[in-house]
């Protein structure tokens, strides 16, 4: 056999071999996430939480499960807190809806309510807390006020939230925004609007081009 084409034939058998060594090495990943999500969730499930079809619990912190319910197909990766800050009372106060993106090493310190709307996307690292320290009094250390405000968080549809940004009590964001990268949001961000900056404030609007599809193509 001539050199080139056993050249050639080497060069497809190491070509075959990685991509079955790719395929093995994913296989094995799914395999292994999934062996291990099912009864983590089934093991939340039974406490409480509520956690639609196709949606899998990777390693996770809960204070009270029951205060948290999740939609279908959402993604989360590792390492997110929800913490419902308060006494044992009837929930959810923290809730997702469905096809939710949220990151690792997310924080949501809720004790009033939480809602974010289907199809949001949440990086990683993203903090949202509903509520303050007391802070009025002098003579007492603040971390014994317990008379801090609160006011609830709302996300709408579509949003996209940008790795470590904060959300802070009160505010709402309207379908279809994005909040930047770092961005600590204090206010209410409208819908389709960019936000960013700490405090954040808004950028610009996102922008509106449609596909043109031309009776030719049909």
Not at 10 to 37: N, Q
Not at 53 to 73: A, D, K, M, N, Y
Request: glycine fraction near 12%; charged fraction near 20%; charge should be positive.
């Amino acid at each position: 056999m001539a050199p080139f084409a056993t050249d050639q034939i080497h060069t497809k058998h190491r070509k075959m071999h990685s991509l079955y060594a790719r395929i093995v090495f994913r296989l094995r990943a799914i395999g292994r996430e999934y062996l291990s999500a099912l009864p983590r969730t089934m093991y939340w499930r039974a406490l409480g939480l509520h956690a639609g079809s196709r949606t899998l619990l990777p390693t996770i912190h809960i204070t009270w499960p029951h205060q948290v319910s999740l939609g279908s197909r959402c993604i989360l990766e590792p390492n997110s807190s929800f913490k419902f800050d308060g006494i044992y009372c009837p929930g959810p106060s923290i809730r997702f809806g469905d096809d939710v993106f949220i990151g690792t090493g997310c924080e949501f310190n809720i004790r009033l309510g939480l809602v974010v709307g289907s199809h949001a996307l949440i990086a990683s690292g993203c903090r949202f807390i509903d509520h303050d320290h007391g802070f009025q009094r002098r003579n007492a250390p603040m971390s014994t006020q317990a008379d801090g405000s609160e006011r609830a968080i709302e996300i709408g549809e579509d949003v996209w939230i940008g790795a470590n940004a904060v959300i802070l009590k009160g505010v709402t964001i309207g379908r279809g925004a994005i909040v930047a990268a770092g961005s600590v949001l204090t206010k209410e961000g409208g819908g389709f609007e960019i936000w960013g900056g700490n405090p954040a404030r808004k950028l610009r609007d996102r922008p509106n081009t449609e596909e043109v599809i031309h009776p030719q193509a049909l």
